[in-house]
């Protein structure tokens, strides 16, 4: 007898279709999100890591300049600007590479040769900062020497921001008659709202902004006109910050006060609680004070 062979049909029905299908979106829905964290997390690392090298960079600075930190470019074609904007400018010969003043997650861009994306802003406290006496054309002084910062480890030097492009390759960022400029001057501030300098004018603008997310646990007064991108900071919540020490950390953005110099080491951030001796709103906290991690006073 002549047995026949017959082929028989293998197939997946349509549920093991749909229980296949759903196992992969189960799995795309864990997966994807320990990615995106992994690869925000190296983004960070590698920011942190830049902040290290120019911290490197303006240690050399200072040791060029008696132990002062940069004043920033003062006064430009007569006139003054903001006390600390175009800082990068004259740290950039110490660093050489232009590449390490932009964070990896700032994804902001601007065209041009001369707009270099910087991602970092200077703390304008560092700087003595000509009063309101003083006219436009009185000369912005020289950052204020190292010794006589209070407490360098707890004292904000660079913290993270986006919108800026500046002229980097030029130590004067293209200021002087003959050169070139970029959109604006690598930027400086306090950490307040609207206090955040980088036009190269004496104005502030929302286009130029703060990748903290809020600091000092402050609110906007006006969220759709706050110089803050973002409520969290562009690094998984939170920011990194170079410390007037040379260290370089992460932070949330309410664990840094924002402000004026404190009058006083001890004094809370506008005085609260309240002490003798301290001034009230949009000061920072005293290095000796406990309600923050860090802090834009350098007192």
Same mark, same amino acid.
């Given at each position: 007898?002549?047995?026949? !062979?017959?082929?028989?049909?293998?197939?997946?029905?349509l549920?093991?279709?749909?229980v296949?299908?759903?196992?992969?979106?189960?799995?795309?829905?864990?997966l994807?999100?320990?990615y995106?964290?992994?690869?925000?997390?190296?983004?960070q690392?590698?920011?942190l890591?830049?902040?290290?090298?120019?911290?490197?960079?303006?240690?050399?600075? !200072?040791?060029?300049?008696?132990?002062?930190?940069?004043?920033?470019l003062?006064?430009v074609?007569n006139?003054?600007?903001?006390?600390?904007?175009?800082?990068?400018?004259?740290?950039?010969?110490?660093?050489k590479?232009? &590449?390490?003043?932009?964070?990896?997650?700032?994804?902001?861009s601007?065209?041009?040769?001369f707009?270099?994306?910087v991602?970092?802003?200077?703390n304008?406290?560092?700087?003595?900062?000509?009063?309101e006496?003083?006219? &436009?054309?009185?000369?912005?002084?020289?950052g204020?020497?190292?010794?006589?910062?209070?407490?360098?480890?707890?004292?904000? !030097?660079?913290?993270?921001?986006?919108?800026?492009f500046?002229?980097?390759?030029?130590?004067?960022?293209g200021?002087?008659?003959?050169h070139q400029?970029?959109?604006?001057?690598?930027?400086?501030?306090?950490?307040?709202?609207?206090?955040?300098?980088a036009?190269?004018d004496?104005e502030?603008?929302?286009e130029?902004?703060?990748?903290?997310?809020?600091?000092?646990?402050?609110?906007?007064?006006?969220?759709?006109?706050t110089?803050?991108?973002?409520?969290?900071?562009?690094?998984?919540?939170?920011?990194?910050?170079?410390?007037?020490?040379?260290?370089?950390?992460w932070?949330?953005?309410?664990g840094?006060?924002?402000g !004026?110099n404190?009058?006083?080491?001890?004094c809370?951030?506008?005085?609260?609680p309240?002490?003798?001796g301290?001034?009230?709103?949009f000061?920072a906290?005293?290095?000796?004070?406990?309600?923050h991690?860090?802090?834009f006073?350098?007192?």
């Amino acid at each position: 007898m002549k047995l026949t !062979l017959q082929k028989s049909a293998c197939a997946f029905t349509l549920i093991e279709l749909l229980v296949v299908i759903a196992l992969i979106s189960i799995l795309a829905a864990i997966l994807f999100p320990v990615y995106a964290t992994t690869r925000d997390k190296a983004r960070q690392t590698a920011c942190l890591t830049d902040l290290k090298q120019i911290g490197l960079g303006l240690e050399l600075y !200072l040791t060029d300049y008696d132990d002062h930190f940069p004043g920033g470019l003062g006064i430009v074609k007569n006139e003054r600007i903001w006390a600390g904007e175009g800082w990068a400018g004259q740290c950039k010969p110490y660093t050489k590479n232009t &590449e390490i003043y932009s964070c990896p997650s700032d994804s902001r861009s601007l065209s041009g040769p001369f707009n270099f994306k910087v991602s970092y802003g200077f703390n304008a406290n560092m700087i003595d900062i000509p009063g309101e006496e003083d006219d &436009e054309h009185t000369p912005t002084p020289p950052g204020f020497p190292r010794a006589s910062l209070n407490s360098p480890p707890r004292s904000v !030097l660079l913290f993270e921001v986006s919108g800026v492009f500046a002229n980097i390759a030029d130590p004067r960022e293209g200021a002087d008659e003959g050169h070139q400029s970029g959109k604006n001057y690598s930027a400086s501030a306090n950490g307040l709202d609207n206090r955040l300098y980088a036009q190269r004018d004496w104005e502030t603008r929302t286009e130029n902004q703060y990748a903290t997310g809020y600091l000092g646990g402050r609110l906007p007064h006006d969220p759709h006109a706050t110089q803050f991108a973002l409520p969290k900071g562009r690094h998984t919540g939170g920011s990194n910050y170079l410390l007037s020490d040379g260290h370089a950390k992460w932070s949330f953005g309410d664990g840094v006060s924002s402000g !004026l110099n404190a009058t006083l080491p001890g004094c809370y951030q506008d005085n609260r609680p309240p002490r003798t001796g301290c001034q009230d709103e949009f000061h920072a906290e005293g290095t000796e004070a406990d309600g923050h991690q860090s802090t834009f006073s350098i007192r």
